[in-house]
Nanobody, 122 residues
Framework: VQLQASGGGLVQVGGSPRLSCAVP????????IGWYRQVPGKERDLVAS???????YYADSVKGRFTLSGDDAKRSMYLQMNDLKAEDTAVYYC?????????????????WGQGTQVTVSS
């Protein structure tokens, strides 16, 4: 399953785009949600996450500027990015961890979005 993330693009320094990503299907039960980012030649880093029954986590570099949220009715999650800086330029990936449940038990899954480029220009 390939998730569709949206909201990236070319943004000016100080801009406030919002990234969106939809939950894969109507029967998938979400445990954790998160956004990661990656720049060429480096590993994919966690930007923000909300674990099931846990507290939100934000990387120090985005704390106070980015906000991760979920909408149960729309079965989507969002990353509101404020006061963007040049160093926020990266490909951003959404991630859902959860499971499908049937008579035989729970089938755990870890889904990733296809990545959306955010380029911050001065």
């Amino acid at each position: 399953v390939q998730l569709q993330a949206s909201g990236g693009g070319l943004v000016q320094v100080g801009g406030s785009p919002r990234l969106s990503c939809a939950v894969p299907g109507r029967t998938f039960k979400v445990r954790d949600i998160g956004w990661y980012r990656q720049v060429p030649g480096k590993e994919r880093d966690l930007v923000a996450s909300i674990p099931n029954n846990g507290s939100p986590y934000y990387a120090d570099s985005v704390k106070g500027r980015f906000t991760l949220s979920g909408d149960d009715a729309k079965r989507s999650m969002y990353l509101q990015m404020n006061d963007l800086k040049a160093e926020d330029t990266a490909v951003y990936y959404c991630n859902f961890k959860g499971y499908y449940s049937d008579a035989w038990g729970d089938d755990e899954r870890d889904y990733w979005g296809q990545g959306t480029q955010v380029t911050v220009s001065s």
